[in-house]
C-alpha cells in the first residue's frame, strides 16, 4: 500500500513548491523509498503543449511523449527518475474524461457533478501514479494557492483521500511565506490566514514549511505551532537557498525526511545524501568562470529555458567550471544585425521554439558561432537553424528557409514528412517523447556518448529535408545521428569545427545535476578549450552578466 504526502501553498505563488516537493521527494528517495509524483495543475487547458512559454515557463517533455509542466523536470532532476504523462493532470484532462464518459452513459443516468464525478476522477488519477509508479510514497503538489476557485475540486479530493485510504497513510503539508515588514520583522498572519483558509474546507495540515529570507527562531515556530494546530517539530523553517540544489540538504537538516517518515511510518533506511554533498561540493568548487550565450525570444523569463540553463550548468560544474549565462535576445541580434551581444562568449546554444519571430537572429548567431569557430550547440529549432544558415552559404541564397517560416520557400531544407502534410491540428501533430538515435561512428557526437545508440526526446512537427543531405555533406556537414531506417536525421555536426552540433531531438531534459548530459558535457569542455586559447579562463567575466547558480 501505499503512502500519500499533498504538498499545497499558500498566501502566494511563486514559492517554490515545486522545488519544495522535489526535494522532499529527494531526501525520501534518499532513505531506499521507491518515489513517485504527481503535479496537479487547476487551468482548463488539457496539457501545457499549447500555451506560451511566458504563460507557463518551458514545456517539459516525457519519456512517453506528454507535454508537461516544468515542474515534472523538477522531479526528474531531483529524484533522479522517469515520471510519465501520469505524473502530470489538468482540470482540462480531467473535464475531458468526466465528460466523455457522461457521453458515453457510464454515469447511468446520474447528473454529473463536481462531486462526486470530477473529485473521483481525480482520486483515480492519484491512485493511478501510486500504481503505475509501484511507489512506497507519492508526493502529490497541488499547483495555485489555496483560496483560488480553480483549486477547490483538488483540495476537495485530497481532504476525501484521506478518510478513503485510512489516516494514518496520508500527510498534508502547507508551504506558506512568512513576510519581512519595514521593521524587519518576520510575520506570521498571512500564514495564520492561510491555514484558516485550509482548515475551512476540512484540511488540517500536519507539516507547516514556512519559507522566510532567512533562517527563523525557535520562538516564531512556536508561535505559528500554537495558532494553526500544527506539533512546533513539525513547523519546519525553509529559508532562501544559495542554489535550488541546495534545498534537499537545507530540508532534511530541518528534519523534514525524517518527520515525513514518522509520521507516516515509513520503512525506510538511514538516508544517503552523499550525492547531494558531493554536488554541493562540486558547485562551490567551480571556479573557471565560462560565459555561455543562450540565444532565444522569451529571455525576459528565463523559465521558458529551464531545462537548458540547467543542463548547462550541470554540465559546467562537472568541469570545474562557473556557469554564466548570457541571456541573448534574438529578436535584438536580428534587428540589429550586428555580432556585438555574442562577442565574448566561450560557447552559444540555440534553443528550441516555434514560430518565425526571431529566427533570423538564431540563424546570425549560428553563422557567428559558425565562422568565428566558437563552440556552438542547437537544440531542435536550433538545429534547424544551423541547417538553414548552412544550406544560405551553400546555395548563395538567403531564401532557403523552414516551411514553417516561409512555406513558399524555393529551398525548403526544413519541411513536413509527405505523411504529414494533411494534418491541421496543432496539438496533435507533433513527433513526441523518446526516440532512438543510431551515431556514426568517429562523430563527435558518437564520442560524446561512448555509445551507438541512444534515446533522446522530441517535440517538434518539422524535419531535416533529405533532399538536402548530399548538399550540405559536400559543405562539411556530417549526419552524424539518425533514426534506425535512416530517413530521419537527428544530429547534424560540422567536420572542420572544433564543436558545432545540433539534435533535432531535446536532451536538455535529460540532464541530471549529478551526471550531466554527455552532449553538454561535450560542448562545455569545447567552450572551455575555447575560452582556453582565447585567453579568458581564469580571468572574471564581463560585466552585465549574471551568475545563476
Ligand atoms: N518549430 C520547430 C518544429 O516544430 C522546432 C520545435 C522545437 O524547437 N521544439 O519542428
Not at 522532499?24 to 521507491?34: E, F, M, P, T
Not at 538564431?362 to 557567428?368: E, I, S
Request: with cysteine; proline share 5%.
Amino acid at each position: 500500500m501505499s503512502k500519500f504526502v499533498f504538498v499545497t501553498g499558500g498566501v502566494t505563488s511563486s514559492l517554490g513548491k515545486g522545488i519544495t516537493a522535489a526535494s522532499l521527494g529527494s531526501v525520501l528517495a534518499a532513505r531506499g523509498l521507491s518515489v513517485a509524483s504527481l503535479k496537479m495543475d487547476p487551468y482548463l487547458n488539457v496539457d501545457p503543449g499549447t500555451m506560451s512559454p511566458y504563460q507557463h515557463g518551458e514545456v517539459f517533455v516525457t519519456e512517453d511523449g506528454a507535454e508537461a509542466d516544468l515542474d515534472l523536470g523538477h522531479y526528474e532532476r531531483f529524484i533522479d527518475r522517469n515520471v510519465t504523462r501520469a505524473s502530470n493532470l489538468t482540470t482540462g484532462q480531467i473535464y475531458n474524461a468526466v465528460i466523455a464518459k457522461e457521453r458515453r452513459g457510464d454515469y447511468l443516468g446520474a447528473t454529473v457533478q463536481v462531486i462526486p464525478h470530477v473529485t473521483n476522477e481525480i482520486k483515480a488519477r492519484i491512485h493511478r501514479v501510486a500504481r503505475e509508479g509501484q511507489a512506497d510514497v507519492v508526493v502529490v503538489e497541488v499547483g495555485g494557492t489555496v483560496g483560488d476557485i480553480e483549486s477547490l475540486p483538488y483540495l476537495e479530493a485530497i481532504r476525501q483521500f484521506r478518510n478513503d485510504v485510512g489516516r494514518d497513510n496520508v500527510l498534508y503539508i502547507h508551504l506558506t511565506l512568512l513576510p519581512r515588514v519595514a521593521t524587519g520583522e518576520l510575520k506570521t498572519k498571512p500564514t495564520q490566514h492561510s491555514v484558516k483558509e485550509l482548515r475551512s474546507i476540512g484540511i488540517q495540515p500536519d507539516i507547516l514549511v514556512a519559507r522566510a529570507d532567512e533562517p527563523i527562531d525557535e520562538e516564531l515556530r512556536e508561535k505559528i505551532a500554537l495558532f494553526c494546530d500544527v506539533k512546533t517539530e513539525n513547523v519546519i523553517a525553509e529559508a532562501d537557498a544559495w542554489s535550488i540544489y541546495g534545498v534537499p540538504l537545507m530540508i532534511e537538516e530541518a528534519g523534514l525526511g525524517r518527520i515525513v517518515v514518522k509520521e507516516l511510518g515509513l520503512d525506510a533506511a538511514p538516508p544517503d545524501l552523499s550525492a547531494w554533498q558531493t554536488l554541493e561540493d562540486r558547485i562551490r568548487n567551480a571556479r573557471i568562470p565560462l560565459e555561455i550565450g543562450l540565444v532565444g525570444k522569451y529571455i525576459m523569463l528565463p523559465d521558458a529555458y529551464l531545462s537548458v540553463a540547467e543542463s548547462i550548468k550541470h554540465a559546467a560544474w562537472a568541469a570545474g567550471c562557473e556557469p554564466r549565462i548570457r541571456w541573448v535576445d534574438s529578436e535584438r541580434l536580428e534587428r540589429g544585425g550586428d555580432d556585438e551581444p555574442l562577442v565574448g562568449l566561450d560557447g552559444i546554444v540555440v534553443p528550441g521554439g516555434f514560430g518565425y519571430r526571431g529566427i533570423e537572429g538564431k540563424v546570425l548567431a549560428v553563422r557567428y558561432g559558425r565562422l568565428r569557430r566558437v563552440p556552438t550547440l542547437g537544440l531542435c529549432m536550433g538545429m534547424q537553424c544551423m541547417v538553414i544558415e548552412l544550406a544560405r552559404t551553400a546555395l548563395g541564397s538567403e531564401d532557403a528557409n523552414s516551411t514553417e517560416f516561409d512555406a513558399f520557400t524555393p529551398h525548403p531544407v526544413i519541411d513536413l514528412l509527405p505523411e504529414q502534410r494533411d494534418i491541421n491540428d496543432k496539438g496533435g501533430t507533433m513527433r513526441l517523447g523518446s526516440y532512438p538515435c543510431v551515431l556514426e561512428e568517429g562523430s563527435l557526437a558518437h564520442e560524446a556518448y561512448g555509445q551507438p545508440i541512444v534515446l533522446e526526446r522530441h517535440r517538434h512537427r518539422f524535419e531535416f529535408n533529405n533532399a538536402y543531405r548530399e548538399l550540405l555533406a559536400g559543405h562539411g556537414m556530417r549526419f552524424s545521428g539518425l533514426s534506425p531506417d535512416s530517413r530521419l536525421v537527428e544530429i547534424v555536426e560540422l567536420r572542420d569545427h572544433p564543436f558545432y552540433l545540433g539534435t533535432q531531438f531535446h536532451p536538455e531534459f535529460k540532464s541530471r545535476p549529478h551526471r550531466p548530459h554527455p552532449l553538454f558535457a561535450a560542448f562545455i569542455r569545447a567552450a572551455l578549450a575555447y575560452a582556453r586559447a582565447s585567453g579568458r579562463a581564469g580571468t572574471s567575466a564581463a560585466a552585465g552578466v549574471e551568475a545563476r547558480p
